[in-house]
């Protein structure tokens, strides 16, 4: 007995959903290869793209280019090993194999197949445009601009949303026969309705082009927004994100950005300190004109200071007498900023104390009136509550 007839004997040749047994072992024997060889593969295919292109990403390196790259091609790679693997079946793999009259649940995995198939294929596109995106970042972070440093990540999302609405299309197109064309076409109709919907996400697109245009400010700029100061991190199509001093993350949509008054801090040529010495009243005229000539010299003379600084014998205060200071500090850095105000602090301490004033805090003063010697009249309250007929 030959192999042929003891294939025909056997119960190999059994059939199940019009397929041999046989057949099934070569399908699950295919599938079981491509499981454990997908991450192999997935390897060699990117090093192979990696070593394609290595001329115009020489910034990034391969295991950055793999872990973006890998887990979208192994699923990608498992559904290539399942078209192959249902091949030897009787089952339609081709879009033109499905008829009117074949069961719900044939058509529903092969479409739900295709449906994979073209998500799959979406991840790869949008691993590799996060890759292209991290070495531009790579090149932009060598640049004294920082234009360039906010239109990357700004292009990178607007790809990806291109390449996301794309392919809802195709799968619109090919896997459901919707006419594409003519559901475009048709959304002239409803186009106004869409527009009242999407008005505020039209708006922020806008605003992130008037952003980039105009440029009131970049990334890594400090900025006051309303009652909002931090440092601008990222500038996307819809909204940009703010590290505040508290070091919160904060996202503002780009309509506010530019409807809003704002305050460039990083533009500014120094930063301002001001505030008030609120010196005791028993402080003399000659000790106030002493104080505040002493801190002006010395706020004239600091070398981190401008000649624009003001010490001045502002205000008579209800519990004080008041000294304005205010000075510019030349520095955009709030560390060194902070520093340089808590020594010239010290300085103006050192200078009250040295000239014998003291600072005042919210104090009261109350006189207490003796009555005139050789008048026995009680006080007129006093009086008023003996005259009166409370009992």
């Known amino acids: 007995m030959n192999l042929e007839e003891l294939f025909r004997s056997s119960w190999l040749r059994y059939e199940f959903l019009d397929n041999t047994v046989a057949e099934y072992l070569i399908t699950a024997a295919v599938l079981l290869f491509g499981f454990i060889f997908k991450t192999l593969f997935s390897r060699m295919i990117s090093g192979l793209m990696y070593r394609l292109g290595s001329r115009l990403w020489s910034e990034a390196n391969l295991p950055e280019f793999r872990r973006l790259l890998i887990q979208p091609l192994e699923i990608l790679l498992f559904l290539v090993f399942l078209y192959l693997a249902f091949q030897v079946l009787d089952y339609p793999m081709e879009q033109s194999d499905l008829r009117e009259g074949d069961p719900f649940l044939k058509t529903f995995m092969f479409r739900t197949y295709q449906v994979f198939v073209i998500v799959a294929l979406t991840w790869v596109l949008l691993r590799f445009i996060d890759f292209v995106g991290l070495v531009f970042k790579y090149r932009t972070e060598k640049t004294a601009s920082k234009l360039d440093d906010q239109l990357v990540p700004f292009f990178k999302d607007f790809t990806k949303v291109l390449v996301v609405v794309f392919s809802f299309l195709v799968i619109l197109g090919s896997v459901f026969g919707v006419n594409v064309t003519g559901l475009v076409a048709g959304l002239g109709v409803g186009g106004l309705a869409i527009a009242f919907a999407a008005k505020e996400s039209l708006e922020n697109l806008l605003a992130s082009f008037t952003i980039f245009l105009d440029q009131p400010f970049m990334a890594g700029d400090l900025v006051q927004v309303g009652e909002l100061i931090g440092v601008v991190e990222k500038i996307g199509f819809r909204s940009t994100r703010i590290r505040t001093l ?146």
Request: net charge negative.
């Open 246 to 391: 508290e070091k919160s993350f904060v996202t503002v949509p780009n309509k506010l950005m530019i409807d809003k008054p704002l305050d460039n801090l990083t533009l500014r040529t120094f930063r301002r300190a001001r505030f008030d010495i609120n010196l005791t009243y028993d402080t003399s005229s000659e000790q106030i004109r002493a104080i505040t000539r002493d801190i002006q010299n010395y706020v004239d003379q600091h070398p981190r200071t401008n000649e624009d600084g003001r010490i001045r014998f502002l205000n008579l205060g209800p519990h004080s007498k008041d000294v304005m200071v205010q000075y510019f500090v030349d520095t955009m850095d709030w560390n060194e900023f902070i520093d340089i105000k808590e020594e010239i602090n010290y300085k103006i301490v050192e200078i009250v104390e040295k000239h014998g004033a003291e600072f005042a805090f919210p104090t009261q003063t109350i006189h207490l009136q003796k009555p005139r010697a050789g008048k026995h009249e009680p006080p007129a309250e006093q009086a008023y509550f003996e005259n009166s007929d409370i009992k």
